[in-house]
Nanobody, 117 residues
Framework: QVQLVESGGGLVQAGGSLRLSCRAS????????MGWYRQAPGKQRELVAT???????DYADSLKGRFTISRDNAWNTVYLQMNSLIPEDTAVYYC???????????WGQGTQVTVSS
């Protein structure tokens, strides 16, 4: 059973930075796509970024240049470095994982990020 545990959320002022971490367990993650989604109040969950075990990344166009996803395969951990945060980045951030080519995503419990103006 895949388990994803996020950490690193919190309250930050606009212009600040945060780094989220997600530790995965319960599977061989070398064939998994891992990433981050977010959901703001009253909005649908949206893609932030994904990364394969080979380091191939994909980002939401609006976040390129401010957010960076990375992955440590030895520790089954994925990170999200968020810089130049703006109030519109306020959301619950979810770690996500799936086998490449599969349709089913596994989700973490979410971590709140709040950016104050």
């Amino acid at each position: 059973q895949v388990q994803l545990v996020e950490s690193g959320g919190g309250l930050v002022q606009a212009g600040g930075s945060l780094r989220l971490s997600c530790r995965a367990s319960g599977s061989d993650f070398t064939t998994h796509l891992m990433g981050w989604y977010r959901q703001a109040p009253g909005k649908q969950r949206e893609l932030v970024a994904t990364i394969t075990s080979y380091g191939s990344t994909d980002y939401a166009d609006s976040l390129k240049g401010r957010f960076t996803i990375s992955r440590d395969n030895a520790w089954n951990t994925v990170y999200l470095q968020m810089n130049s945060l703006i109030p519109e980045d306020t959301a619950v951030y979810y770690c996500a994982d799936k086998i490449l080519g599969a349709r089913t995503w596994y989700w973490g419990q979410g971590t709140q990020v709040t950016v104050s103006s």
